[in-house]
């Protein structure tokens, strides 16, 4: 694994008002998400364009298996969903006792992802 060292924090850019409310309760769903601690400016710009495709297939007349295909894919990318963590082992914990879990919400590794990770034999 090659690393860098990551951008400066990214601003997230702001919903549209007019996107197809389901597309905006999605993108605002990011902003309260774990793993978006770890996204960067480009992958703002992927969830922004996502948004805008769903959006526009919400709302036309006539809905695209293909487009609603490719949304699904993007949104695995960005790790939406708890199936696409899993996958990547990536771990959404929630600290005990705390008096909002989404505030709580932490991303931690799992320990396979480590020793995944520093293992040479791959």
């Known amino acids: 694994m090659v690393k860098a060292p990551g951008g400066a924090v990214p601003d997230v ?3 549209d008002e007019d996107w197809h409310p389901i597309a905006g309760r999605w993108y605002e769903s990011l902003t ?3 793993q978006a ?3 960067e400016a480009s992958d703002w710009a992927t969830a922004l364009y996502l948004a805008e495709a769903m959006s ?3 709302n036309s007349g006539k809905f695209s298996a293909q487009l609603l295909q490719a949304v699904l894919s993007g949104m695995t990318d960005l790790l939406t969903t708890e199936g696409a963590r899993r996958r990547a082992r990536v771990e959404l914990e929630r600290e ?3 008096d909002d879990p989404r505030e709580a919400a932490r991303v931690t590794l799992m320990d396979s992802y480590r020793k995944a ?5 791959g």
Not at 117 to 121: H, L, N
Request: proline share 5%.
């Open 13 to 15: 850019p702001l919903a």
């Open 32 to 34: 309260q998400s774990g």
């Open 37 to 39: 601690q770890f996204y």
């Open 56 to 58: 526009r297939n919400l």
């Open 96 to 98: 005990s006792g705390a």
């Open 117 to 121: 990770a520093g293992s040479s034999d």
